[in-house]
């Protein structure tokens, strides 16, 4: 959760040069051969801590957030089959706003797989949503960014139309990205479908099943003097999931008399594939 940097994508643009088709749209679980490995409905009646734990604390999280992630059940909830993230306007232990930050770590993770989540987003001005992934092991190409970041889904809620997706690596900390911009509305006018296709080669991006960003150009170094670690590291190791909902940060900036809270992100299910002959395929 840095701010990235990008090349820019919209419905029905091109990417890199070269116009986007119906080729390039997602197949979808068995249709393409991938097995249902993690599925996650929420269906409650409280969140699944043999599956889910929660981040806590303020201080920032490194990027001026103003938010204190709690566990408490006002921030984080089932509610008709749903996750609901909410942030909210209240004092508490010296921060202005209260959210949650759910996590997979030390619970599941995977290496490599499509990831695929329905959600739909809050927004407002100081507003930052995130679906991203750390690694098991963060330090195993030594401190971040070395051992990579990825970005399933980011959003600043002051352009309540766009998501962004990212990876994170180094060192010297590099960012690259592409965003997807909603011809119309917003999304937090309906549900969407985010998936992250992730293979040995490659990392994917989709929007309800359109692809907007792909790379298969990456890096990792221990340190900036450093003899860089054969590719395809960082991204050949176990990531963990994350949810979150941040208010403020030196990306999305701090709310203002525009932003309206309590603010929800509302998850209606994650599913998590692998193909089923364990062979992933070139890139794309």
Known sequence: MTPPLFSLCQRNSTLGGVEMTVGDRLMT?????????????????????????????????????????????????????????????????????????????????????RFEIRAKLPSGQGIWPAFWMLPTDPQLYGNWPSSGEIDMMEMVGKEPNRVHGTLHMGNPHIYKGGSFALAEGNFADHFHIFTLDWTPEQIRWYIDGELYHKSSEWYSRETEFAEPTPYPAPFNQPFYLMLNLAVGGYWPGSPDESTVLPQMLEVDYIRIYQPEDGKYGPAI
Do not use: C, M
């Open 29 to 113: 679980g068995s249709d393409n051969g991938w097995k249902l490995i993690w599925n996650e409905d929420f269906e409650g009646p409280d969140i699944d801590l043999s599956r889910w734990d929660y981040d806590i604390g303020g201080h920032g999280w490194g990027n001026n957030e103003r938010q204190y992630y709690t566990k408490e059940a006002r921030n984080a909830y089932i509610k008709d089959s749903k996750l609901i993230i909410k942030a909210i306007q209240e004092e508490y232990e010296g921060s202005p706003y209260t959210s949650a930050k759910l996590v997979t770590r030390g619970k599941a993770d995977w290496l490599y797989g």
